[in-house]
């Protein structure tokens, strides 16, 4: 019957706008809609769905959806994911289309999902990135932590047949709530999954790069997100969508200063907005919220999960690894996986391609079958070894997975090549005396009225792509500079972050500095990729944006002395990439990145409270003399 119904939808171009194809739909039994998705009918075959309302210690109860499965020879473990972007479809009778990892689902757990307080169908407040509290001393004293202590808890109790075991995962919001359960300091969580964790927002993770605010990703996200909940509901609410372009460059352009949001978009009535705007600097409010800290006697089984590509939130992924590494035994359990993924792309996809880069196998695929599946059966079911090494990463230009017993790995040593006269990249910094015309320095005018763009494309919604896009656009714009190596001869392998080390000097008192990390293709490769030529192709690797006034505090922000050279240097996230013979390496440096950063207005002023009139010109220089050798130091593998 579906399948007939599937054809004449096809033969006759039926939408499922036109009402006599609804009012059919309507009235279909639910389990024929499963038919059409083997997944959704495996999990509506096997599984039982119960809603409950979970008391926590202060009285709030939060809404909770288990799943568990009709078979009970034997008890299952538990896998927790705790969310504010719904626990959904709510109702007895509505089943998910899939348990994100489906080999998980025919392994047979029981699949819990829970909204957050404050969102959705749960009660009590929603604060975002609720701080961890380590000194709760009564019943009203909650975190997250502490509300993953209490479900747990119950479900212990109350989850029919379950074996006494918990996992707990998440992706990038649920990421950090999987994050806050490995410090819940329950015995019953014996694995937790951090997946694209949100760990820090001022430094790292989708609001703020070091220091600079990323205004695309924050405006779409907290217009809709942001609003306040006036009862429980099982609908979310939507977002900004009064564009009148499909150009994000152009709109964002015409809205201004930051100072304009607020009552010409109504972000206003957003409250976190209001705290973004209210915190220019890292002071306690984001330190607050930054668990990395409290990342200190870890009892489960980690496995952080992140993509190399991500945009949102790679930085978090590889750095909530490294606090564990850092304040616990090192013969703790704990791992990371990075593949080259976009955000949440390990779970949904097959991670073949990116834009125009291709990867050469299903890493999707092979990340659900092969090591997300092992690492939650050996820990919750003691089915087999794990097989997993400290850091399972993809290394992409040779497009192969690699296995190191530490990250970064034990030989790698870190190299510096400079920036040096004429565009070029080298590894012996320049010998040229300061004050030399036309060596010293390379000069660029940064103008806030035609910031450098993040991508050549013009669209509305912003890409997931642009961090593997073509930089030639860029390379050919007057206010971005170039430098590269000589066409390699041997292969040159990175594993680790990158530092940018730069002498800088500008006619204004702030400004940003972004570097980017880039794979020249040799200009004889064949072939295209979407209709682009892959032959001298600039390969975005890495790219990173450092606000100026950060420079030597992100607490405490400094202007530029007008004219005096300062050093500017900060950290790029984490690669593992390997440039082939025939290719360069190059790196670009600009002003803007828009209009995923916002612009600077190149004044020491609030940015978050300035006008549009408080936005100049400014003239920089990257010196690269024997007295201010501006450098990137790269992870070369030996």
């Known amino acids: 019957m579906i399948r007939n119904l599937v054809h004449l939808i096809a033969v006759f171009g039926l939408r499922t706008s036109d009402f006599a194809l609804r009012t059919f739909l309507l009235f279909l039994p639910l389990g024929l809609f499963a038919q059409l998705d083997p997944d959704a009918a495996f999990i509506n075959e096997n599984y ?11 009285g709030v109860r939060l809404f909770t959806a288990i799943y568990t499965p009709k078979d009970r020879s034997q008890k299952y473990p538990m896998l927790l994911r705790r969310t504010p972007y719904s626990c959904g479809p709510y109702g007895a009778g509505a089943y998910p289309g899939s348990f994100q990892n489906m080999n998980l689902a025919q392994s047979g757990y029981i699949f819990v999902f829970q909204d957050v307080r404050g969102r ?20 009203q004293d909650v975190d997250e932590a502490s509300d993953t202590y209490d479900t747990v808890e119950w479900l212990l109790r109350y989850a029919e047949n379950n074996n006494g075991r918990v996992g707990v995962l998440g992706i990038s919001y649920p990421g950090f709530y999987a994050t806050m359960s490995a410090i819940a300091g329950h015995p019953a969580i014996k694995a937790v999954s951090p997946q694209a964790p949100v760990t820090d927002w001022f430094i790292g993770d989708d609001f703020h790069h070091n220091g600079a605010f990323m205004v695309m990703d924050a405006f779409s996200f907290y ?46 009535s957003i409250p976190f907005w209001n705290d973004l705007m209210a915190h220019p600097n890292n002071d306690a409010f984001w330190q607050a919220r930054n668990p990395r800290p409290h990342l200190k006697n870890i009892k489960p089984a980690v496995m952080t999960v992140g993509g190399l590509f991500d945009a949102e939130d790679c930085w978090g992924a590889w750095n909530v690894y490294k606090a564990i590494e850092k304040q616990n035994p090192r013969s703790h359990p704990n791992h990371v996986v990075m593949g080259p993924w976009v955000h949440g792309g390990w779970a949904r996809g ?33 089915r087999g070894e794990h097989g997993l090494p400290d850091a399972l990463v993809f290394e992409t230009g040779s497009n192969r997975w690699t296995s190191h017993d530490q990250w970064p790995p034990a030989d790698v040593a870190f190299k510096p090549f400079y920036l040096l006269p004429g565009g070029n990249l080298g590894n012996e910094k320049a010998s040229t005396a300061v004050g030399k015309a036309g060596q010293a320095f390379d000069e660029y005018v940064s103008d806030p009225s035609k910031p450098v763009p993040y991508t050549e494309d013009v669209h509305l919604r912003r890409t997931r792509e642009y961090m593997t896009d073509d930089q030639r656009f860029a390379s050919r714009r007057p206010d971005v500079l170039v430098y590269q190596t ?13 530092t940018a080390d730069l002498w ?16 020249v293709f040799p200009d004889t490769l064949k072939g295209e990729e979407n209709g682009i030529p892959m032959g001298g192709y600039q390969m975005l690797v890495r790219g990173e944006i450092m606000r100026g006034r950060y420079r030597n505090s992100f607490e405490n922000p400094e202007a530029f002395t007008p004219g005096a050279v300062a050093r500017v240097q900060f950290e790029l996230p984490d690669v593992a990439h390997l440039f082939k013979p025939g290719h360069r390496l190059m790196i670009q440096i600009q002003s803007s990145w828009f209009p995923i950063a916002d612009r600077n207005p190149q004044q020491f002023v609030d940015i978050y409270k300035c006008a549009d009139e408080d936005f100049i010109k400014a003239s920089h220089r990257v010196w690269h003399t024997a007295e201010h050798p501006s450098r990137v130091v790269l992870p070369v593998v030996k």
Request: no cysteine; proline share 5%; glycine share 10%.
């Open 48 to 58: 039982t769905k119960r809603e409950v309302l979970i008391p926590m210690r202060d």
């Open 120 to 139: 959705y169908m749960s009660g009590g407040q929603f604060v975002d990135v609720r701080p961890f509290n380590p000194n709760k001393k009564t019943p």
């Open 223 to 268: 217009s809709g997100f942001g609003k306040k909940r006036p009862e429980l509901t099982t609908k979310g609410q939507p977002g900004f969508n009064d564009w009148k372009t499909s150009d994000n460059y152009q709109f964002f352009l015409n809205a201004g200063a930051l100072s304009n949001y607020g009552k010409r978009y109504g972000m206003d």
């Open 350 to 382: 097959t991670g073949e391609k990116l834009g125009n880069v291709k990867f050469g196998s299903q890493t999707s695929e092979y990340y659900q079958r092969s090591v997300e599946y092992r690492f939650f059966e050996h820990y919750l079911k003691d």
């Open 486 to 498: 000589e066409v390699l001869t041997d292969s040159l392998r990175l594993a680790g972050p990158i």
């Open 504 to 519: 800088v000097s500008t006619t204004g008192t702030d400004a940003d500095f972004v570097v980017k990390l880039i794979d």
